[in-house]
């Protein structure tokens, strides 16, 4: 019966991805006034089919194969991309240019709302090398486009239908697209529809084999089920366009056993003390432990409203002019086992940002904007360790480039104002002047070769949790469980700026059909805040602190194409990579829950029918895994896959596709997430599916 609503669903009238275009992607993520990819900016996107191979649940697991990038998993709804070591607050995720605006920062178990699946490319600016988007983007900027509001006029329809199913899941997953125009107004309609069951694993769930409770073969409690729906439409006239669209996420979903570490302290305690209790009491109480071990479930909703509009030539001088409004209204409840509701997340966000890209002046080029955000945060319930906080940001930029022969000189200034008042009468209102600068050079040389090297300097101020994190407990024994790393964690009110000065180098090579791409950078971090295991224990909590240390990251990523030879009517391609980063506090040593060092290899043929490929990644064990925290062991995982594509009538096909993943059904503990000792990622699968397209 499920299935069958699905599928009605789907037939109604959404679809995936549009049938791919062959155009090169033209980059969104840079300044307006780029009519190229001609940037010194460390840039990765995924579109088209390669986006469509790597698409999955989560924005972190779509990502992690691409070098530089990794997942830091909280079970198979959650996935947060770790760009160069970085996470949470330091890497930006953007809905089409917007902040996602939901609370996936505050906690490493509430997931990012934007869908990977729906979207036609992702767009990843490594490294703080923008300053379009905040100079707290110190990790790097993930920007999902999924033309929401057409960007360009449509005249005929267009769109298609995919059901796909992962057996290490039970998943169904069904996604569907829409679009139109009459050459003046357009409209997109997409939507998904997502079930999944407990985790199949390889071996045990927790590390720790003689663990109480510990499960074989699979994953408690980490099922769910997820529906978004989007609906938008413009209108487009002579020198630009404007629109609206509305988008709707419900997303319900199970926080792996153990990984949730709600409970009352006071009241375990109390229970140990009693010595006597009468049969009502103890039966009570065995009931409650019951409901506790069934474990956490998040149930959330978010509506989104966003409005956007361009325009060419709106003032003498400018040459376009870009806009965008959202308001976005999340929230989501964290209910018990008893089916009880134990705390209650809220944001409301409004977002916005303006772009105006000035006509060339003496060998000057570029974009000045503006970019402002206001969010009222909330938590009540029992884990409500972190107080009310509004939040106001308001930033101003200016981003220049020039061009003289094979050079092109980039740089640019960004101002932010960042002001965050809690609800407590503990701790004051704090208030940032962040200044953020950047200058890079890229020289394009005969015979396919580029050179780049970027500098900048980047000031973050601290994020809510980071200041306020259990403020309002006045002893080590008030202090609220953080359910999602089973810590006690302690903000630091009076924490500074964040500071970090960065180099970045690369180097590439382009000849027919091989490419070869080198990237190296370099943190530089004064008053770097990371959060840091005391090794104090309260009850069965860790407690862990919000403190500030000097720190300096370093690493590089490769990337390079070849194509070995034309066999039986298709072209066979080689791609090799790698990456790795190394972080260390000044004080405190190793930086906690860095990716290993890794390299892959990918060996694939295509004859625009038929696409095969062979994968495999080697990932070294982690030993450097910061204080008090548990190394990770290396691993190899193999995959591989079948794409056939039938042409139907007109510009419609139907394309199969099969992928085996984990071949090797190798236990994969990956080093970026809070869940490494309780829930390793899934062991051997089969991913089949059917596209329509058209």
Same mark, same amino acid.
């Given at each position: 019966?499920?299935?069958?609503?699905?599928?009605?669903?789907?037939?109604?009238?959404?679809?995936?991805?549009?049938?791919?275009?062959?155009?090169?992607?033209?980059?969104?993520?840079?300044?307006?006034?780029?009519?190229?990819?001609?940037?010194?900016?460390?840039?990765?996107?995924?579109?088209?089919?390669?986006?469509?191979?790597?698409?999955?649940?989560?924005?972190?697991?779509?990502?992690?194969?691409?070098?530089?990038?990794?997942?830091?998993?909280?079970?198979?709804?959650?996935?947060?991309?770790?760009?160069?070591?970085?996470?949470?607050?330091?890497?930006?995720?953007?809905?089409?240019?917007?902040?996602?605006?939901?609370?996936?920062?505050?906690?490493?178990?509430?997931?990012?709302?934007?869908?990977?699946?729906?979207?036609?490319?992702?767009?990843?600016?490594?490294?703080?090398?923008?300053?379009?988007?905040?100079?707290?983007?110190?990790?790097?900027?993930?920007?999902?486009?999924?033309?929401?509001?057409?960007?360009?006029?449509?005249?005929?329809?267009?769109?298609?239908?995919?059901?796909?199913?992962?057996?290490?899941?039970?998943?169904?997953?069904?996604?569907?697209?829409?679009?139109?125009?009459?050459?003046?107004?357009?409209?997109?309609?997409?939507?998904?529809?997502?079930?999944?069951?407990?985790?199949?694993?390889?071996?045990?769930?927790?590390?720790?084999?003689?663990?109480?409770?510990?499960?074989?073969?699979?994953?408690?409690?980490?099922?769910?089920?997820?529906?978004?729906?989007?609906?938008?439409?413009?209108?487009?006239?002579?020198?630009?366009?404007?629109?609206?669209?509305?988008?709707?996420?419900?997303?319900?979903?199970?926080?792996?056993?153990?990984?949730?570490? @709600?409970?009352? %302290? #006071? +009241?375990? *305690?109390?229970? $140990? !003390? =009693?010595? /006597? @209790?009468?049969? %009502? #009491? +103890?039966? *009570?109480?065995? $009931? !409650? =432990?019951? /409901?506790?071990?069934?474990?956490?479930?998040?149930?959330?909703?978010?509506?989104?409203?966003?409005?956007?509009?361009?325009?060419?030539?709106?003032?003498?001088?400018?040459?376009?002019?870009?806009?965008?409004?959202?308001?976005?209204?999340?929230?989501?409840?964290?209910?018990?086992?008893?089916?009880?509701?134990?705390?209650?997340?809220?944001?409301?966000?409004?977002?916005?940002?303006?772009?105006?890209?000035?006509?060339?002046?003496?060998?000057?080029?570029?974009?000045?904007?503006?970019?402002?955000?206001?969010?009222?945060?909330?938590?009540?319930?029992?884990?409500?360790?972190?107080?009310?906080?509004?939040?106001?940001?308001?930033?101003?930029?200016?981003?220049?480039?020039?061009?003289?022969?094979?050079?092109?000189?980039?740089?640019?200034?960004?101002?932010?104002?960042?002001?965050?008042?809690?609800?407590?009468?503990?701790?004051?209102?704090?208030?940032?002047?962040?200044?953020?600068?950047?200058?890079?050079?890229?020289?394009?040389?005969?015979?396919?070769?580029?050179?780049?090297?970027?500098?900048?300097?980047?000031?973050?101020?601290?994020?809510?949790?980071?200041?306020?994190?259990?403020?309002?407990?006045?002893?080590?024994?008030?202090?609220?469980?953080?359910?999602?790393?089973?810590?006690?964690?302690?903000?630091?009110?009076?924490?500074?700026?964040?500071?970090?000065?960065?180099?970045?180098?690369?180097?590439?090579?382009?000849?027919?059909?091989?490419?070869?791409?080198?990237?190296?950078?370099?943190?530089?971090?004064?008053?770097?805040?990371?959060?840091?295991?005391?090794?104090?224990?309260?009850?069965?909590?860790?407690?862990?602190?919000?403190?500030?240390?000097?720190?300096?990251?370093?690493?590089?990523?490769?990337?390079?194409?070849?194509?070995?030879?034309?066999?039986?009517?298709?072209?066979?391609?080689?791609?090799?990579?790698?990456?790795?980063?190394?972080?260390?506090?000044?004080?405190?040593?190793?930086?906690?829950?860095?990716?290993?060092?890794?390299?892959?290899?990918?060996?694939?043929?295509?004859?625009?029918?038929?696409?095969?490929?062979?994968?495999?990644?080697?990932?070294?064990?982690?030993?450097?895994?910061?204080?008090?925290?548990?190394?990770?062991?290396?691993?190899?995982?193999?995959?591989?896959?079948?794409?056939?594509?039938?042409?139907?009538?007109?510009?419609?096909?139907?394309?199969?596709?099969?992928?085996?993943?984990?071949?090797?059904?190798?236990?994969?503990?990956?080093?970026?997430?809070?869940?490494?000792?309780?829930?390793?990622?899934?062991?051997?699968?089969?991913?089949?599916?059917?596209?329509?397209?058209?």
């Amino acid at each position: 019966m499920r299935l069958i609503i699905l599928l009605a669903l789907a037939t109604a009238g959404a679809a995936v991805q549009a049938h791919e275009s062959s155009m090169e992607h033209v980059l969104v993520s840079v300044p307006i006034h780029k009519k190229t990819a001609a940037t010194a900016l460390p840039v990765s996107v995924l579109s088209a089919d390669e986006l469509h191979r790597a698409a999955a649940g989560t924005i972190g697991e779509t990502l992690a194969n691409s070098p530089g990038l990794t997942n830091g998993s909280y079970g198979p709804a959650v996935g947060r991309p770790v760009i160069r070591g970085q996470q949470g607050a330091r890497v930006t995720v953007l809905q089409n240019n917007l902040s996602s605006a939901d609370v996936s920062t505050n906690s490493a178990d509430h997931a990012i709302s934007v869908e990977p699946m729906l979207a036609d490319s992702i767009e990843v600016l490594r490294g703080p090398g923008t300053l379009l988007y905040g100079g707290g983007a110190i990790g790097g900027v993930v920007n999902v486009l999924d033309n929401r509001i057409p960007t360009t006029a449509l005249s005929e329809p267009s769109g298609g239908i995919e059901y796909r199913y992962d057996d290490a899941l039970s998943l169904d997953n069904l996604t569907g697209r829409l679009e139109g125009g009459n050459g003046r107004f357009a409209f997109h309609a997409s939507g998904l529809l997502r079930e999944w069951g407990e985790m199949e694993i390889p071996g045990y769930a927790q590390r720790d084999k003689e663990a109480e409770e510990n499960q074989e073969g699979f994953i408690p409690n980490s099922d769910g089920e997820t529906s978004t729906f989007n609906l938008g439409g413009a209108f487009h006239f002579s020198k630009g366009w404007a629109g609206l669209s509305v988008s709707r996420l419900e997303n319900e979903y199970g926080i792996p056993a153990g990984g949730h570490g @709600h409970h009352d %302290e #006071e +009241e375990e *305690h109390h229970d $140990e !003390e =009693e010595e /006597h @209790h009468d049969e %009502e #009491e +103890e039966h *009570h109480d065995e $009931e !409650e =432990e019951h /409901h506790d071990e069934e474990g956490i479930r998040l149930d959330v909703e978010q509506t989104r409203y966003d409005a956007s509009l361009e325009l060419d030539e709106p003032l003498p001088g400018f040459e376009k002019l870009r806009g965008s409004l959202s308001y976005n209204d999340y929230e989501h409840a964290e209910i018990e086992g008893s089916g009880e509701i134990g705390t209650r997340f809220a944001s409301d966000t409004w977002a916005s940002r303006l772009e105006l890209a000035h006509a060339p002046l003496g060998g000057l080029h570029g974009v000045l904007g503006l970019q402002w955000t206001e969010n009222e945060f909330s938590a009540i319930g029992e884990e409500a360790f972190v107080p009310k906080t509004d939040s106001t940001e308001l930033g101003l930029f200016l981003v220049e480039d020039y061009h003289i022969g094979d050079w092109i000189l980039e740089f640019g200034l960004r101002y932010d104002n960042v002001e965050r008042k809690p609800d407590s009468e503990l701790a004051a209102k704090r208030e940032f002047d962040n200044l953020s600068l950047s200058g890079s050079a890229l020289r394009t040389f005969s015979q396919g070769w580029k050179i780049s090297l970027g500098l900048s300097h980047n000031e973050r101020a601290p994020v809510t949790e980071e200041l306020f994190s259990n403020i309002e407990a006045s002893d080590e024994h008030e202090l609220i469980v953080h359910g999602a790393t089973g810590a006690l964690e302690v903000g630091d009110p009076d924490l500074d700026q964040e500071v970090s000065n960065n180099l970045n180098f690369s180097f590439g090579w382009s000849r027919d059909t091989t490419e070869v791409s080198v990237n190296l950078f370099y943190n530089d971090f004064e008053d770097y805040i990371t959060l840091i295991n005391t090794g104090e224990v309260v009850g069965e909590a860790s407690v862990q602190t919000y403190v500030q240390d000097d720190a300096e990251f370093y690493g590089g990523e490769f990337e390079a194409g070849f194509a070995l030879a034309q066999v039986l009517g298709g072209e066979l391609m080689l791609d090799l990579n790698a990456d790795a980063v190394r972080g260390k506090l000044d004080q405190l040593g190793d930086a906690p829950r860095l990716p290993p060092y890794r390299t892959g290899m990918e060996l694939h043929w295509d004859n625009d029918q038929l696409f095969l490929f062979l994968r495999v990644l080697r990932a070294a064990s982690q030993n450097r895994a910061g204080a008090f925290e548990e190394s990770t062991s290396g691993y190899t995982r193999w995959d591989a896959g079948a794409e056939y594509r039938i042409g139907l009538k007109g510009a419609a096909d139907l394309l199969l596709f099969a992928r085996f993943k984990n071949i090797g059904d190798e236990e994969i503990r990956l080093s970026t997430s809070f869940l490494r000792d309780l829930a390793p990622e899934a062991g051997r699968s089969l991913e089949t599916g059917i596209r329509f397209s058209f």
